[in-house]
């Protein structure tokens, strides 16, 4: 094999790896509620106006593809 061969091959391995190094994820998502409840307690600290608070969600449904993240 000639370097104009190899040398295409290992550029396209390395983008490679880099991409699928890059999937992973570092912390567990945020809700909306969890991000609501954030963004008051942030508004607070900073003596800004208050959002107005956030419901619980009612239940946690579980979606087809969340095996994947868990």
Do not use: H, N, W
């Amino acid at each position: 094999m000639s370097f104009r061969k190899i040398a295409p091959m290992l550029v396209l391995c390395a983008v490679g790896l880099s991409l699928l190094a890059g999937c992973g994820r570092r912390t567990p998502p945020i809700t909306p509620y969890e991000a609501a409840v954030q963004e008051r307690r942030e508004a607070q600290e900073a003596g800004e106006a208050l959002p107005p608070e956030p419901a619980p969600p009612e239940k946690d449904r579980r979606f087809l593809l969340d095996p994947l993240i868990d």
